[in-house]
């Protein structure tokens, strides 16, 4: 791969650089693999981005490092913003208030994610600081992807509903303790105080960027369109800003624009929706998200041994999502057949994941490794085995609206054009 970068870097001299060329030509090709993996397989699109991905990540693209940073650290993030952006605006506070068990059911199904991921892999001899760190990200159900599910599934019903806000509930978690317990991985507070404080602090630094991006979204909205393209384009300004800073200021972007999304819906008196010329600029974002994501996981050194305990990670993550799910369910609105698809559908890992996993290899390279052997190819096989068994679960549940048949996607597809 590099020798053939050397070789076509010698002939073509583009003004905007050979990497620029590179990337518009994988952005070009994942689009259309995309595509035709929906088409003629019926799977959702971003099964077709991130087997692009994977392959052109194995095939050694040097387009991503791990751990992430610079621009491909951003773009990840930015890509993960604007999701938890449009996650919060989702999040129904007022449903919290007449159905709290929607929330009991939250915090059971992941605690025993939590505890059952770090007890496997301790049993399995893993460093209790390594499991910590692999715990914490397996919490995570990638909203980014059920939402790609749901959005090419035309999918509605208490099952997407339920998943879609569980998962946003525990990205909410995993992200704010992940970010917190990045610095902490190389020594053991003795005290409670310490431990509370880096919480404190990311919360904190994330609420006040969240709040400015929401307070000056709330004030364009007084003045300008919800549906208008300037609108539209503002946003995407404010999150990317709130993306850049949020870091810097010790808080977590993910985090800042989740709860930015939340309190724009509690300022704004007028029902609003996520503007529809955003909706390619996103998608724009979100393809190279996984992409990124995809190339990154794929540089994970492969054999027998960390095939082990990524089976036995994905094996004890995936049984306590169901049975957390299940333990939560009574009372909470879903019978026991809906919360069995509601378990499954908290299947995939991704982004969200891979940006925790990268601040704790930033915080403590030697460790890190350990990290990383399992924390990449989990990643990778839930990215696109997730979103297959979201689908899977969204169909069995009845909420599709469309057929689950390679043909009907495509009569779709050419009614929407």
């Given at each position: ?279 390619t600029a996103a998608s724009l974002l979100t393809m190279l998200m996984f992409v990124l994501v995809s190339i ?122």
């Amino acid at each position: 791969m590099n020798e053939l970068t050397n070789f076509w870097a010698d002939w073509v001299r583009p003004s905007a650089g050979l990497p620029t060329v590179l990337w518009s030509l994988l952005i070009a090709v994942t689009a259309a693999a995309g595509h035709l993996v929906q088409r003629y397989i019926g799977m959702p699109k971003v099964v077709g981005y991130s087997m692009v991905g994977t392959l052109v990540g194995l095939a050694g693209f040097e387009g991503a490092v791990w751990p992430l940073q610079g621009v491909g650290l951003f773009m990840v993030e930015l890509g993960v913003a604007i999701v938890l952006f449009e996650a919060g605006g989702r999040l129904p506070l007022r449903w919290f208030r007449h159905n709290p068990m929607v929330l009991v059911q939250s915090v059971i199904e992941s605690t025993l994610t939590y505890f059952a991921v770090y007890w496997v892999l301790v049993w399995l001899d893993v460093p209790g600081p390594v499991a910590n760190a692999l715990a914490l990200m397996a919490i995570v159900a990638s909203p980014a992807v059920l939402s790609r599910v749901v959005m090419d599934t035309r999918a509605s019903g208490p099952v997407t509903d339920r998943a879609l806000t569980l998962s946003t509930l525990n990205t909410f978690y995993a992200v704010t303790l992940g970010y917190a317990q990045a610095g902490l991985i190389e020594r053991a507070p003795s005290a409670i105080t310490e431990r509370i404080y880096p919480v404190l602090v990311v919360l904190g630094m994330s609420f006040a960027m969240g709040a400015a991006v929401a307070l000056a979204m709330r004030t364009a909205l007084r003045v300008m369109s919800p549906t208008s393209e300037n609108t539209s384009i503002l946003m995407l300004a404010l999150i990317a800003a709130g993306t850049a800073v949020s870091a810097h200021m010790g808080g977590s972007a993910p985090l800042a624009a989740l709860i930015g999304g939340i309190m724009l819906k509690q300022l704004n008196p007028r029902p609003w929706s996520w503007p529809s010329q955003l909706g390619t600029a996103a998608s724009l974002l979100t393809m190279l998200m996984f992409v990124l994501v995809s190339i990154v996981a794929a540089q994970a050194d492969w054999n027998l041994p960390v095939a082990g305990l990524v089976l036995a990670l994905i094996a004890a993550r995936g049984v306590a999502k169901v049975v957390g799910v299940s333990l939560g369910n009574p009372g909470s609105g879903t019978n026991w057949k809906q919360a069995l698809w509601v378990g499954g559908a908290m299947a995939p890992l991704s982004s969200i994941a891979l940006l925790i996993a990268s601040n704790f290899v930033t915080a403590s390279p030697l460790l890190g490794v350990l990290i990383t052997q399992t924390a990449l190819p989990t990643i990778l096989l839930m990215e696109v085995s997730g979103a297959v068994i979201v689908t899977i679960a969204i169909h069995l549940a009845g909420e599709s609206s469309v057929p689950w048949t390679p043909e009907a996607f495509s009569t779709t597809e050419d009614n929407q054009s």
